[in-house]
C-alpha cells in the first residue's frame, strides 16, 4: 500500500516537474506530494535513486542545463542535471554508443518476438524506445533497415 | 597479524578472522583488516586463499564510504584475483566487486568511477565473455555481475561510456544470442542487401535467438536487457511518462 503510494507520489512529482519546465516559470511549483507525505527524508532518498537512472525524466538533448527552481523540486532538478549531462556526454561519444545501438536494436526485435514474460518485453522495448529516439535519420536507416527481408517487418525508413 | 612470521598461527588466525567477518565485518574493515587478509594471498596454499577471500567477500558487504581508501589499495588484488584459474576463488572476488558496487552506488558514485575503471571493466568482461560455454563462475553471481555492471552504469554516465568503449556489446550480443556479434564492416555492407534470411544482421534466424533465449537462465536475460537499458542513453522528456502510464 505504502509502496503504491509513494509509486503515484513519484509520479505526481515527476508530472509537476514536466510542467514547470515547459512553463519555464521562477515559481516554486510545490508537487503535492512532498507535503502529503509524513517522511519527507526517506521519499526524497528514495526519489534520488529512482530518478537517478537514464530511464526517468529528461529535458531532451536540445534544452539548455537546468533551469529548475530551487528549492523542493531539488531531486527532480538534480536528476534533470544528472541526465542532460549524461546526454552530452553520449553525445560526444557518438561512434561507441551508434555502434552499441546498431549491433543491438536488431537483437531487441528478436527478444521482443521471443519471449512471452510481460518484464522481459517491457525492458525490450524502453531499450528499443531509447535507441531509436537518440539515433539521427543516417544511423537509423543502419540499425533499422537490417530486417528488411523480413515480410512483416519491410521498409521501416 | 601484520608479522606473519608463523604461518600455522596465520592460518588459524584467518580461520577466526573469517568467522568474525560474518558477525562484524565492518570491524574487520576499519582497523585495517581487509589489507591484512589480501597483501600475501599469492603466498598462501589454496585453502588459506579462499578462506581469505570468503571474509574478504563478507567485509565487502555494506562497506562505508569511510572505508573507501582501503578498498582502493586491495582493489588491485580483487582485480587479479577475477583472473585466476580457481572458480571459488573467482567467484569470492566477483562477490567482493558486487558488494563494494552495491553499497557505493547510491551517494558515492564518484567513489565508484575511481573503483570501476578500464580496467576493472576489462577484468569483468573477460569473466562474463564465456557466455554459453562452461563458466567459471556460477550462475547467480553471475547474474549478480550484471546486475552490479548495471547498477554501476546506472550512478555514473562515465562507467556507461568506459563500458561501452570496452565492448560490453559484444558480451551482450553473445548472452542474447549465442553467436558473435557481427563485424562493423559486415553489418555497413549488408545496408538494405540482407539477403541471408530471416534478417538479422549477420544473416542470424530468428529460431538462433529463441533457442539460446529458451537455455539461459530468465534472471540473466532480464539483467542482460537491464544493462542494455541502462547503457541507451536516456529518454527524451515525456516518454517516460508515456511507458510508464503505457504499462502500468
Same mark, same amino acid.
Given at each position: ?29 510545490? /508537487? ?10 526517506? $521519499? ?7 530518478? #537517478? *537512472? /537514464? ?14 527552481? /530551487? #528549492? ?22 557518438? *561512434? !561507441? $554508443? ?6 543491438? !536494436?536488431?537483437?531487441?526485435?528478436? !527478444? ?38 523480413? /515480410? ?6 | ?18 568467522? &568474525?567477518?560474518?558477525? @562484524? ?7 585495517? =583488516? ?8 599469492? +603466498? ?23 572505508? +573507501? ?22 567467484? @569470492? ?10 553499497? @557505493? ?5 564518484? %567513489? ?9 571493466? %576489462? ?8 557466455? =554459453? ?8 553471481? @553471475?547474474?549478480?555481475? &550484471? ?99 503505457? +504499462?502500468?
Amino acid at each position: 500500500m505504502n509502496k503504491a503510494k509513494a509509486k503515484a507520489d513519484r509520479h505526481i512529482a515527476r508530472q509537476a516537474a514536466a510542467n514547470s519546465l515547459a512553463a519555464q516559470t521562477d515559481e516554486p511549483s510545490e /508537487p503535492p506530494s512532498r507535503a502529503d507525505t509524513p517522511t519527507g527524508a526517506p $521519499v526524497t532518498g528514495d526519489d534520488e535513486t529512482q530518478q #537517478g *537512472g /537514464p530511464s526517468d525524466l529528461s529535458e531532451g538533448h536540445s534544452m539548455p542545463v537546468s533551469i529548475m527552481p /530551487p #528549492g523542493p523540486n531539488t531531486a527532480a532538478s538534480r536528476s534533470a542535471e544528472a541526465i542532460s549531462d549524461r546526454m552530452t556526454l553520449l553525445r560526444s561519444h557518438d *561512434g !561507441v $554508443v551508434n555502434r552499441f545501438i546498431t549491433c543491438m !536494436v536488431p537483437i531487441l526485435v528478436d !527478444v521482443y518476438a521471443a519471449s512471452v514474460s510481460v518484464p522481459v518485453r517491457i525492458k525490450s522495448l524502453t531499450s528499443m524506445l531509447k535507441a531509436i529516439s537518440f539515433q539521427d535519420e543516417e544511423h537509423l536507416k543502419r540499425s533499422l533497415l537490417v530486417r528488411i527481408s523480413l /515480410p512483416s517487418e519491410e521498409k521501416r525508413s | 597479524m601484520r608479522k606473519k612470521s608463523f604461518t600455522e598461527f596465520f592460518f588459524l588466525k584467518l580461520q577466526t578472522l573469517e568467522k &568474525i567477518s560474518e558477525e @562484524y565485518p565492518s570491524a574487520i574493515v576499519r582497523e585495517g =583488516g581487509l589489507a591484512a587478509l589480501l597483501n600475501f594471498l599469492d +603466498f598462501f596454499s589454496m585453502h588459506v586463499q579462499r578462506t581469505a577471500l570468503q571474509a574478504a567477500a563478507n567485509c565487502c558487504r555494506n562497506v562505508s564510504p569511510d572505508s +573507501f581508501n582501503m578498498v582502493k589499495d586491495v582493489w588491485p588484488i580483487l582485480r587479479n584475483c577475477l583472473g585466476y584459474a580457481d572458480q571459488k576463488l573467482v567467484d @569470492y572476488a566477483a562477490l567482493c566487486v558486487i558488494r563494494v558496487i552495491e553499497s @557505493y552506488h547510491r551517494s558515492h558514485a564518484d %567513489k565508484l568511477e575511481v573503483l570501476v575503471d578500464a580496467e576493472l571493466i %576489462k577484468a569483468v568482461n573477460t569473466l562474463l565473455l564465456p557466455a =554459453g560455454g562452461s563458466p567459471l563462475i556460477p550462475t547467480g553471481t @553471475y547474474t549478480q555481475l &550484471i546486475k552490479g555492471l548495471a547498477t554501476a552504469a546506472r550512478a555514473s554516465p562515465t562507467i556507461a561510456i568506459s563500458l561501452l568503449e570496452a565492448d560490453i556489446v559484444v558480451t551482450l550480443y553473445q548472452i542474447l544470442t549465442g553467436v558473435l556479434p557481427p563485424s562493423e564492416l559486415e553489418a555497413q555492407e549488408e545496408q538494405g542487401a540482407s539477403a541471408s534470411g530471416q534478417g538479422l544482421g549477420g544473416g542470424l534466424a530468428d529460431m538462433t535467438v529463441m533457442q539460446n533465449l529458451a537455455h539461459r537462465p530468465k534472471e540473466q536475460i532480464e539483467e542482460a536487457l537491464n544493462l542494455v537499458s541502462e547503457l541507451m542513453p536516456p529518454l527524451p522528456k515525456g516518454q517516460s511518462l508515456l511507458l510508464s502510464a503505457l +504499462f502500468q
